[in-house]
């Protein structure tokens, strides 16, 4: 029985190239091989047959298989690892062609064109697909590099895919050339005649199988070697043998370090410590630190409460700074603890990375290995003689560094601030905002009012600068019943503002503005227009001056009556009400309602 198949040769794709055009049909798949018993007329192309060495020359085998002319082989269809053609051999050849004189095709006649290669190679495919299948393992070396990947000669070439060759791809696939490969057969295809592998695959079940021992022997504690595989900015990834551990950072060194690899690099075989193991998740935290001596073992000893040490400042952040006192040992500096005084907005206003500094151990907590440092510890507390230095009464200058709307900030020195509040810029003027009577950068003389040294205030005075004038001045020239001049500088709801001199304003209450009731007092008059007006009272306990534009012309007689008409208004009101009655509406210098 003959029997014919075709396979497409990775080795050769010329070779493919010609038996794909040869054999177009099924029926082209059938008796490649002829036995000895057949007909010798019996040839057809594609057929592989066996034949006999009758002659060998310098260029050329000639072979008889049994066919009216002989066929002839070119030499370098000889391998040169083969042996050599010699006269009596035995061989199988591919039938390629047949032809008669005429050109036409003739079972028998004619020239026969065959190839010891072609059909060696084929032999040899079919022998190879006889005793794989996929799923087994292949062992082969490593030829050559194709697009999409490598070839690797296991009888036959076979497809090795880039995405095959390691678990992580390799930067260069071409490193694998001349190496022999275990592989596993991923798929045969006989119809397109090639074979695909996989060595990843091959390399995932093992590992499967070792993270399975490892994750049954692996415990907290344990110290372990390991090859770091892979570098990342928050630490290295170290495998041990079936499982990768993730060694972070900041478990590498007890000393501060920028990037991994300043401590391991890739393929560097490292002793590590287990510290977590997450069975389930298949995660592992490892540590070096952990396996050198621990610099905070003594801190405590070494780095007793209130002692001052000498630091280098390693990194400033926008709440504090760290400085490093030894290797391994490091404090944070918190950014309230820079400066008794001073008001600092960022750490890098008062040190940069690099300097060194004196630093004042303030805690110390040995098992989260932090430690806290101040610098303004070793330094003198201005605010320890500020009273001293500060007495009440004492008159000082100072700049206007800031304000706010209840008052101004006045610089004293350089971080001691004091606050001059609204109600102490003047007697007689009601100040809604500081800025009516300072600037910003202004040089201002004070008075001490006050000092604080617990919540670190000093209160100042500028209208202490002066007498009181509603305590001299103003009663002696202010008298009720006594007509005077003014402008108005503010109307509110309730009645009208009255600037009687620089500072001192009265009252002019909607109900004195005339004879008519006034529902509105802006149709009355308008602010900066010029009124005269009868003062109708003096409190220099409240400081208020209460006016009357209405009853400017009042004789004493109409003075009188409408008194006598508001005590009895007032006494039948406190009767009802059991309070004390109004003795009426009067004015604050501050301008407000009274």
């Known amino acids: 029985m003959v029997n014919r198949i075709l396979i497409r040769s990775l080795e050769d794709q010329s070779i493919a190239d010609e038996l794909d055009r040869l054999f177009q049909t099924e029926e082209d798949l059938v008796d490649l091989y002829a036995t000895d018993s057949e007909s010798e007329t019996n040839f057809q192309i594609n057929e592989i047959v066996q034949g006999k060495i009758v002659r060998v020359d310098n260029e050329a085998v000639v072979v008889d298989i049994g066919f009216k002319s002989e066929a002839t082989l070119p ?35 004619g020239l026969i064109t ?99 021992t490892l994750l049954e022997t692996l415990e907290i504690g344990q110290v372990r070697k390991g090859i770091v595989k892979n570098i990342a900015d928050f630490g290295a990834f170290v495998d041990l043998g079936g499982i990768d551990g993730l060694l972070h950072i900041t478990d590498m060194a007890h000393t501060r370090i920028s ?12 002793e590590v410590k287990v510290l977590n193991v997450d069975r389930e998740k298949i995660k592992i935290a490892l540590g070096m630190k952990q396996l050198l001596p621990n610099p905070w073992d003594h801190v405590e000893e070494k780095y007793p409460k209130d002692s001052i040490h000498r630091g280098e400042v ?15 040992i490091e404090g944070l500096v918190h950014i309230s603890e820079m400066s008794w005084v001073k008001r ?91 800025s009516e009577m300072v600037d910003k950068g202004d040089e201002v003389e004070c008075k001490i009012l006050a000092v604080d040294t617990d919540r670190r205030r000093i209160a100042l005075g500028m209208k202490q600068m002066n007498n009181d004038p509603w305590a001299t001045d103003i009663p002696s020239r202010y008298q009720p019943g006594q007509v005077v001049h003014g402008k108005v500088t503010k109307i509110t709801t309730f009645g009208v503002f009255v600037g009687l001199e620089d500072g001192l304003e009265g009252l002019l209450h909607i109900s004195e503005l005339s004879d008519q009731k006034v529902d509105n007092p802006e149709a009355v008059v308008k602010v900066g227009e010029a009124v005269e ?58 301008g407000s309602e009274g």
Request: proline residues 4%; negative net charge.
């Open 75 to 109: 030499r370098n269809e000889w391998d040169e690892h083969e042996p050599p053609p010699v006269v009596g051999q035995e061989i199988r050849v591919l039938i390629e062609d047949l032809e008669d004189e005429t050109g036409n095709v003739e079972e028998g006649h």
């Open 114 to 212: 065959v190839s010891k290669k072609k059909a060696d190679q084929i032999i040899h495919w079919i022998d190879v697909i006889s005793k794989v299948k996929e799923g087994d393992i292949v062992k082969g070396v490593c030829t050559r590099k194709i697009k999409g990947g490598l070839l690797v000669d296991i009888g036959v070439q076979v497809f090795l895919p880039a995405s095959q060759v390691d678990i992580r791809r390799p930067g260069d696939i071409g490193e694998y050339i001349g190496q022999e490969l275990e592989c596993e057969i991923l798929k045969i295809d006989e119809q397109r005649r090639n074979i695909v592998v996989s060595r990843r695959s091959l390399i995932e079940k093992e590992r499967q199988k070792a993270q399975q």
């Open 259 to 270: 990037h991994p690899s300043e401590m391991v690099s890739m393929d560097q075989a490292v």
């Open 314 to 328: 390693v990194n400033v952040m926008n709440y504090g700074a760290f400085v490093k006192l030894e290797p391994g």
């Open 344 to 434: 600092v907005n960022h750490p890098q206003d008062l040190v940069k990375i690099g300097q060194e500094i004196d630093v004042c151990v303030l805690s110390v907590d040995r098992a989260g290995e932090q430690m806290s440092l101040g610098i303004k510890q070793t330094q003198k507390n201005p605010w320890d003689q500020i009273e001293e230095r500060y007495p009440i009464d004492k008159v000082v200058r100072g700049k206007v560094r800031n304000l706010t709307n209840y008052g101004a900030f006045i610089e004293l020195e350089d971080g001691i601030d004091g606050l001059l509040h609204v109600s102490d810029m003047s007697w007689t003027r009601k100040i809604s905002h500081p």
């Open 533 to 590: 007006v009868k003062i109708l009272r003096v409190d220099t306990e409240d400081r208020k001056i209460g006016l009357s534009r209405r009853r400017v012309d009042w004789t004493q007689e109409q003075e009188a009556a409408e008194a006598k008409v508001n005590a009895e208004a007032e006494k039948a009101q406190a009767e009802l009400k059991g309070g004390r009655g109004s003795a009426g509406p009067l004015i604050s210098t501050g």
